[in-house]
């Protein structure tokens, strides 16, 4: 029924039998034509009939031109027998048109010609002449504008970013009269209420230095427009944080980051309790020189960050070992009022053994090195605690000959020798 109801033919005979009855309640008569009065069919006619908003073509040269000011529908008049106008009123193989063949630029005023009716039948266009302007076809490209409506109804803590635009530019084809008169090419956008990037199709527009808006051919008449939605954000360094072992026998020379700060997006209270961003460094496929691109992790609860990725320069040597001797043990987390003796090592030093680059360790001197117990909550007595041991140097590894220094804690004065 659907194809049936697109056909032009069944459209015209179906509307031809709806109106036939119509009439035939009306007047009680025998039926008469569709154009509403007249002779029964199969007789002859004196009274002409009027066929309303037939389309009118235009023939002339589309590649090299473009038309103006010029009627799309006319009126056909029709007189002869019933049979022969009922027929041409259902047919669909008539065609009532304009010829512009070989004329140029300019206006012109010409007869409205018809032509597959039948020879019986005297037909008269309605109006028998128009007036048509011809311009020379002219294709020039334009740059797309885009109009964000809405923007100041952004999703709270939001901006907007500049629309990219894909083709930026586009093909206006009219006569070069319109074309002269061309102020901009615009889409519009709506952003109200985005709080992440939009992404739409959208229909352009031509408008004129008047504002007014043109009829003119747009190639193509759709572009896609990405509008960037910026959230909070906040830059944070970078620290790289090591896991696994380079292969027995290299060290790490040195680290560089090519890119030093990430930025992120999201809440703004989430924003404001990140201080750092750590990006791990699988230390076990280094074995050579080498830049390695790594995945930055993104924080619980931040929607994105900038850039996903970072690139790390990583430089290896031969990794060589170095002891420096007697270094002092520091006391950290000591209450007032207390003080500590050293057990063993008695004179509180330690010997401590370096390992990392060649060239790093041959600069490398004690007081780069620092070691330490912490005695932090300890109360008085004997105690057993770690010997810890930090390196200034970051590619330097540090340990001491023994892991644990023996201490006494008291509250009276001790010693001299040994003591805090």
């Known amino acids: 029924m659907d194809k ?17 009855l119509l009439y035939t309640v009306v007047t009680g008569d025998e039926p008469s034509s569709p154009f509403g009065l007249g002779a029964p069919t199969g007789g002859s006619s004196e009274q002409p009939r009027q066929m309303e908003n037939v389309d009118l073509a235009v023939h002339y040269d589309e590649d090299k031109y473009i038309i103006s000011n ?19 009123y259902l047919a669909d193989d008539y065609e009532v048109f304009i010829d512009l063949t070989g004329k140029g630029p300019g206006t012109y005023t010409v007869p409205v010609q018809a032509k597959g009716f039948p020879d019986d039948l005297q037909i008269k266009v309605i109006p ?13 490209s334009f740059p797309v504008q885009i109009d964000l409506i809405n923007e100041g109804q952004l999703a709270e803590g939001y901006t907007v970013g500049d629309p990219i635009v894909s083709p930026s530019q586009v093909k206006i084809i009219a006569g070069k009269d319109v074309i002269d008169r061309i102020a901009f090419v615009e889409g519009l956008v709506d952003v109200k209420g985005a709080d992440d990037t939009v992404e739409e199709s959208v229909t352009l527009s031509v408008y004129g230095q008047e504002g007014n808006k043109l009829n003119v051919e747009i190639v193509p008449p759709v572009v896609k427009v990405k509008v960037p939605i910026i959230g909070p954000s906040t830059t944070v360094p970078v620290q790289i944080e090591r896991k696994g072992s380079l292969p027995d026998g290299l060290s790490i020379q040195s680290i560089e980051k090519k890119q030093r700060e990430i930025t992120l997006f999201g809440p703004q209270e989430v924003l404001d309790e990140i201080q750092f961003v ?17 995945e930055v992790p993104i924080p619980e609860d931040v929607n994105k960050i900038a ?3 970072i690139k790390v320069g990583v430089d290896v040597a031969k990794e060589v070992t170095k002891t420096l001797e007697d270094i002092p043990i520091n006391v950290v987390g000591k209450s007032e009022g207390l003080f500590v003796t050293f057990l063993n090592p008695s004179d509180g030093v330690v010997n401590v053994t370096l390992t990392g680059p060649e060239g790093a360790l041959e600069s490398i001197e004690d007081q780069d090195i620092e070691a330490y117990i912490d005695v932090n909550g300890l109360s008085t007595g004997e105690h057993s605690v770690n010997i810890q041991v930090n390196s200034l140097q970051s590619n330097i ?12 804690i008291t509250e009276k004065e001790a010693d001299d020798s040994g003591s805090e």
Do not use: C, Y
């Not at 049936?4 to 036939?20: G, M």
């Open 70 to 88: 010029v009627r799309k529908k006319v009126t056909i008049q029709i007189q002869g027998s019933e049979a022969l106008m009922m027929r041409t």
């Open 128 to 140: 028998s002449q128009v007036t048509v302007s011809i311009h020379e076809k002219v294709a020039e």
């Open 307 to 309: 850039p996903e990725k």
């Open 278 to 294: 750590k990006v791990p460094l699988n230390l076990d496929e280094i074995s050579e020189d080498q830049t390695v691109e790594l």
């Open 4 to 20: 049936l109801l697109r056909n032009n033919w069944f459209v015209k005979l179906l509307s031809f039998l709806i109106a036939l």
């Open 397 to 408: 590894g540090a340990e001491p000959a023994i892991d644990q220094a023996e201490i006494d």
